[in-house]
Structure formats: structure tokens, C-alpha cells
T-cell receptor, first 115, second 108 residues
């Protein structure tokens, strides 16, 4: 199946710093990518929908200034957690839709720990 | 606000079929049913999807009732590696939202 690469897989940072997470579709062009957040033993929570060349659409309650999403090309979307705090520690997962809009493939996730 | 209801957990004996139910009574005519699974600390893995016909692939079978208000994912010969959280999702074109899922434990 299609491959979505997410990097880094794990990051530890100090409180107040910013962290960038990359999501790439390796063998297909993704006009739409999604970003999710997951707490331990909980389900995935949709944070935002990212469309290539336009502003992301954020879910209610997700701070757009805290979680900056850029989808500059058909194969790359980035999520930047700005001025991270310990409560931002979580598992972040990206996904991308194949060209025929049928299947959603997921990255392997990024475990963010803010000290 | 997921549109599906699944049992929180199920057990299955290794080598036996695992039948995972899902209720989606408010599904609309153009909404697909998708199944994904997630093994601990990994991204979800696509399993299968369907609209109204039953579907089968190398991983599983999907049985959708005629009124489309419920479906069942069938893993024909469960192995220990099938232990995971299984998510049934009713997908709109716009996004894909996850419910709580079913934690399937395959036991030897």
C-alpha cells in the first residue's frame, strides 16, 4: 500500500521551544492530509485538515497559533508545536488521502515529550 | 463525535475467526464504512472499506447489513499479531474521525 513517512518518531524538548513534525507521502500525491493527536489508551482526535496550497482547517478547541500547519507541496505537510509546554506532550499522527480519495494512510506517529 | 458504536474489548482464540461488530445506525447513503487497526504506539493500519456490498481482501472480510446500519469485520484465522485496537469508522469525504474502537486480544 501507499507509504506515509513521519519524522521524527520521537522528540524530547524543553518547555518554551518549538518542535516541527514532518509528514510525507512517498509514492503518491496527497492534496489533503490530516493531523491527529492521541493520549495514552485513548482514541485518535482529529486536530486539523491540511489542504495543499491553502490554510488548514482546525477542529474546534484546537489553537491554530499553537499548532501551525503548513502544506506547501503535494507530498509534504508539517505540524509545528510552538512554545511547547508539558501539556502538549502527546502522540501526534499524520495521514494522507490517496488521489482517488478512497483510502487514508497513516504515518508511524511522533511521540512528543515536553520537559 | 464518532458515528459508530463498538464493544470496548473482545477476546479470540488463536487460529479461530475473530468477528468484530460495529453499529452505525445514522450512516448516510454516501458514507463509507472503513476499518483500521492500531498496534501499540504505531500509526493506524488500513484493513478494508466498503459502501454497501460485502468486501474481502487478503487481510479480512467486511460484511455490511442490507440496511447498512451495522457491519462486521471478520479476521478468518486470527494470530497473536492481530492483537490490536480495531476502529470502525464512517467516513465523510471531508474527514475521518475515530471512535473508541475495540481492543481485540488474541490468546494462544
Amino acid at each position: 500500500g501507499a507509504v506515509v513517512s513521519q519524522h521524527p518518531s520521537r522528540v524530547i524538548c524543553k518547555s518554551g521551544t518549538s518542535v516541527k513534525i514532518e509528514c510525507r507521502s512517498l509514492d503518491f500525491q496527497a492534496t489533503t492530509m490530516f493531523w491527529y493527536r492521541q493520549f495514552p489508551k485513548k482514541s485518535l482526535m482529529l486536530m486539523a485538515t491540511s489542504n495543499e496550497g491553502s490554510k488548514a482547517t482546525y477542529e474546534q478547541g484546537v489553537e491554530k497559533d499553537k499548532f501551525l500547519i503548513n502544506h506547501a507541496s503535494l507530498t509534504l505537510s508539517t505540524l509545528t508545536v510552538t512554545s511547547a509546554h508539558p501539556e502538549d506532550s502527546s502522540f501526534y499522527i499524520c495521514s494522507a488521502i490517496t488521489g482517488n480519495n478512497e483510502k487514508l494512510f497513516f504515518g508511524s506517529g511522533t511521540q512528543l515529550s515536553v520537559l | 463525535d464518532a458515528k459508530t458504536t463498538q464493544p470496548p474489548s473482545m477476546d479470540c482464540a488463536e487460529g479461530r475467526a475473530a468477528n468484530l461488530p460495529c453499529n452505525h445506525s445514522t450512516i448516510s447513503g454516501n458514507e463509507y464504512v472503513y476499518w483500521y487497526r492500531q498496534i501499540h504506539s504505531q500509526g493506524p493500519q488500513y484493513i478494508i472499506h466498503g459502501l454497501k456490498n460485502n468486501e474481502t481482501n487478503e487481510m479480512a472480510s467486511l460484511i455490511i447489513t442490507e440496511d447498512r446500519k451495522s457491519s462486521t469485520l471478520i479476521l478468518p484465522h486470527a494470530t497473536l499479531r492481530d492483537t490490536a485496537v480495531y476502529y470502525c469508522i464512517v467516513r465523510t469525504r471531508r474527514d475521518m474521525r475515530f471512535g473508541a474502537g475495540t481492543r481485540l486480544t488474541v490468546k494462544p
